[in-house]
């Protein structure tokens, strides 16, 4: 098969490129980049998708947010809408690589990349966010943790194109925050990573989503450590035990950027520095925007 | 199979024929010949391939070149216009910001993106805004220094030796 490459004008291009064999290419940093490591070989077929009008859009509505597939990271940080009230996200975005990888790289791209150690994949499973998933035939959506089927892998059929990803409303008052545990503040990947997106009633905390990042072969969600929060004042025992539950959670690889042994051990640091902080916004502090910088230092 | 283009670098059209997979880097350096743009680590770690692409930077070792069809491709030989070397290029001569030289077509361009975006930047948002570039001299100081003296605006000329015939060497400034 020779090689081949298309840019589309239209989704129905794209469409009809995917059912004929080709691969999707939007910011090229992880395609291009993951062929230039030995990961995999660029595909034979290419057909890039960033020409195509209206997949651009970050979209507010009454439902929620919808994040077109070609979103940059750059369009998400720049976003008040994100930062107020998707703030997890904004934390996420503004650590992804340098300013060229965050200029370039897409939404799309990142979450069908489905690294495990994604920085975006946390906040957007905190806040429920389903991938919309368009073919010839249709369009189906679909809860990122069942588009996640492993470290690199998902449930999207080849002749699918992530076009959106859809994040509903959080109610009101929610406060939320992504940290990672990094060497270095850009060009790097989280060693560690832990969203938590919460919400108060009065005093109480009625809603808690807690979920770990590169210490699982797919990010999730941890039930234990966001039922420990709900019905509690969120004290700082009651953060430490959920902190503990999602470092129980973990089960970590050994790779050149932190044995398995020290992840699990960070694992409850930065859990529990992502739920204090989350709680902190929740209660009308201030972290700042990335949160994971600012908190370095902190206990 | 090559495919037929024309890629738009600093103002000029070139023609190309390319095999889908050649990055950009590699398209202008090697068939345009424009060679400012360097390859250092071939992975979007080190930012020696920085260009602008419609005015964003992009890690050219990991873009494709058929992607920048259409679209207005800047490198470090674009970036003084009709000068020879603009402000911020002169800063980076008078701060002593380049030692080996490697790296500079590529700091020269994010931090032209950089002043671009925020023309003010304090000495964290320089160190942040290039910190996607690599400087294996560590030289790291001057070219901070260099984009704060042009974020000022208060770039003197260079100073110039006097041109005798053909026998005075290279002027090197700095």
Known sequence: MTRSFTSAATLDDALSALSAGARPVAGGTDLVVGARQGKAPLPQAIVAIDRIGGLGAIETTDVGLRLGTLVTHRDIVASDEIRTRYTALADASAIVGSHATRAQGTIGGNVMNASPAMDTGGPLLCFGATAILRSSTGERSVGLEELWTGPGSTSARAEELLVAVAVPVPPAGTGSCYVRLEYRRQMEIAVVGASAVVAFDGDRVRDARVAITALTPTIRRVPAAESALVGTEATEDVVEAAAAAAAAASTPISDVRGSAGYRSAMAAVIARRAITAALTRARGGDVPIPASPALHGAS | ?174
Request: charged letters at 20%; one cysteine or more; a negative charge.
């Open chain 2, 1 to 174: 199979m090559k495919v037929a283009g024309t890629l738009r670098v600093n103002g000029t059209e070139y023609p190309v024929e390319l095999d889908p997979h050649v990055s950009l880097l590699d398209a202008v350096r090697d068939e345009i010949g424009l060679t400012g743009s360097k390859e250092g680590c071939d992975d979007s770690e080190c930012g020696a391939c920085m260009m602008l692409l419609d005015g964003e930077p992009v890690n050219s070792c990991s873009y494709l070149a058929l992607q920048a069809e259409g679209r207005a491709v800047t490198t470090v030989e674009g970036l003084a216009g009709d000068e020879e070397v603009g402000p911020l290029q002169r800063a980076f001569l008078q701060q002593a910001g380049v030692q080996c030289g490697f790296c500079t077509p590529g700091m020269l361009v994010s931090a032209t993106a950089l002043l671009r975006s925020n023309p003010d930047p304090t000495e964290e948002e320089i160190r942040i805004g290039l910190s996607g570039n690599l400087c294996r001299c560590t030289g790291y100081r001057g070219i901070v220094r260099a984009v704060r003296q042009a974020a000022a605006g208060e770039v003197p000329p260079l100073r110039t030796a006097p041109v005798h015939e053909d026998t005075t060497p290279p002027h090197h400034a700095g």
